[in-house]
């Protein structure tokens, strides 16, 4: 099991900044990806970035440009640079812990924090 405690969401102007932090703990295979997730109320849960332990990255188009997914693999933390932020940016971000079994055709355990809202004014 996977244990997830995310920090450094708030509320901040637009065009201000904001850095997220998620440290996991307890079984963390060799081949993971961790990441960030966000949810407005009503909408879909929708991928922000994710980053392998690999450092390979995977961002949405919406983040391109102003976000920067990091990790240290050595405390098993993921953070999330935010930049240029926008009320679009509003809503509650998760963060992702996913564990691999080998290659990323076998996932073995997916994980979920319990979210930290960011809220961008106008």
């Known amino acids: 099991q996977v244990q997830l405690v995310e920090s450094g969401g708030g509320l901040v102007q637009t065009g201000g900044s904001l850095r997220l932090s998620c440290a996991a703990s307890g079984s963390i295979n060799s081949l993971n990806t961790m990441g960030w997730y966000r949810q407005a109320p009503g909408k879909q849960r929708e991928l922000v970035a994710s980053?392998?332990?690999?450092?390979?990255?995977n961002y949405a188009d919406s983040a391109k440009g102003r976000f920067t997914i990091s990790r240290d693999n050595a405390k098993n933390t993921v953070y999330l640079q935010m930049n240029s932020l926008k009320p679009e940016d509003t809503a509650v971000y998760y963060c992702?812990?996913?564990?691999?079994?080998?290659?990323?055709?076998?996932?073995?355990?997916?994980?979920w924090g319990q979210g930290t809202q960011v809220t961008v004014s106008s």
């Open positions: 992702n812990h996913r564990n691999w079994g080998g290659s990323y055709l076998i996932l073995a355990g997916d994980y």
């Open positions: 980053m392998a332990n690999s450092g390979t990255t």
